[in-house]
């Protein structure tokens, strides 16, 4: 195990009706005059809205309300909403929604108290120095950004889509209400759960070894994942199955399964190409490319991906052949995402296979993609695309 510093503040608040608290955790964190930052319309046609500034008026806490969140959250939206905040006054920023909801809100935050341009955060990889405290309404298990020090960004002019973190961005609380994901269709709810599931896989595919406390918190989420995501698609309304994926969504990535060992975070940057040109889901994204990167991967450490099939899916150990038994659990991680209803290779996500030297170009690998379990070239990650488009059961 390697030598670490694990940091996460975050004050969670999880439970049926707990948005009814919002006003007091604000006041808590020293929210004066906020900004409610939220999505579509779910939020106003639910109630939710509703009930949050309900709370913050029994407080006599003051706001102002910013919607139109888009998945994958665009640069456009959070220049008005630094501009909205610094023309109000607003000390506190109250993310409505789910991780993009979170990551603009974030996005906003770090804006507010800089001279030049939020992107620098994100496109030039300046280092945070202030940011306005952010606090969350979930209302999907997915991003884990509730939790995280991490936001993601895209870019309008020439769709890139970029991150950035610090533990300045963490928020100040976060309130975990699994009634809000019932009404989530079937295809967001899979589309989450790939999500954390891939937040997962990037901490246990690591280089390094005797890791056995973080393998096994790693290895209780997936089978968690494994067991609920199911239940959830038969009966939207199965409370406890929520509860538990919304927490394994906070937990998988607040990185107290990631501490000790290196990671790999080359999945996720792949794939944010896909989603910054095709604007699709970055859960189904991460459904095609997740294991098309295990397949052109594996070989690195044949036994960790062995592992992974008997402890998370169930195989039998080949022991004559691992390499066997390594492959099988990459079908049964495919098989899974394919019957929760997420797309398995280019054709079924709307990606085309000539678009890949874009996909590549975008990415920006320099001198190769060298955060993770195996260093990429350009040639390697086009490979990884083309074995997503050839994908299939």
Not at 7 to 22: A, H, I, L
Not at 76 to 88: A, F, P, R
Not at 229 to 236: A, G, H, Q, T, Y
Request: charged residues 25%.
């Amino acid at each position: 195990m390697d030598n670490f510093e694990f940091y996460s503040p975050t004050e969670f608040v999880f439970g049926r009706e707990r948005e009814n608290d919002c006003g007091r955790f604000v006041k808590k964190y020293g929210g004066k005059k906020v900004l409610i930052h939220y999505g579509g319309g779910s939020a106003v046609k639910s109630g939710l809205l509703d009930r949050v500034k309900a709370s913050l008026d029994a407080e006599g806490i003051a706001y102002v309300c910013l919607g139109g969140v888009k998945p994958n959250p665009r640069d456009t939206l959070v220049y008005e909403g630094i501009d909205l905040c610094k023309k109000e006054g607003i000390d506190f920023i109250l993310s409505v929604g789910g991780g993009s909801c979170i990551d603009s809100a974030k996005a906003i935050a770090i804006g507010v108290p800089y001279d030049g341009d939020f992107w620098d955060f994100y496109g030039k990889g300046k280092a945070i120095e202030k940011a306005l405290p952010v606090g969350t309404v979930l209302t999907i298990a997915a991003a884990g950004s509730e939790g995280s020090p991490s936001s993601v960004i895209t870019k309008e002019d020439g769709m890139l889509k970029r991150g950035t973190g610090s533990d300045l961005i963490r928020p100040k609380f976060s309130i975990l209400n699994p009634q809000l994901t019932c009404t989530l269709p079937a295809y967001q709810t899979a589309c989450g759960a790939t999500d954390i599931m891939a937040h997962v896989f990037e901490r246990y595919f690591t280089n390094t070894s005797e890791v056995e406390v973080t393998d096994r918190l790693c290895e209780a989420i997936l089978l968690t994942m494994v067991k609920e995501v199911p239940r959830v698609i038969e009966n939207p309304d199965n409370y406890e199955a929520r509860a538990n994926i919304m927490w394994a969504g906070t937990v998988a990535h607040n990185d107290i399964v990631g501490v000790g060992r290196s990671q790999d975070w080359n999945s996720h940057n792949i794939e944010h190409e896909l989603s910054g040109l095709y604007d699709v889901a970055h859960g189904a994204g991460l459904a095609v490319v997740m294991p098309a990167w295990m397949e052109f991967v594996y070989k690195h450490n044949v036994m960790r991906f062995a592992q992974m099939a008997v402890r998370i899916f169930g195989c039998q150990m080949n022991f004559e052949n691992p390499e066997a038994t390594a492959l099988e659990g990459i079908y049964c991680f495919r098989r899974f995402l394919r019957e929760i209803g997420m797309p398995i290779n280019f054709e079924e996500l709307g990606a085309k296979e000539e678009d890949i030297p874009v996909l590549v170009e975008k990415l920006g690998l320099g001198d190769g993609l060298t955060w993770g379990f195996v260093r990429l070239s350009s040639k390697d990650v086009a490979e990884i695309y083309m074995n997503a488009v050839r994908a299939k059961l």
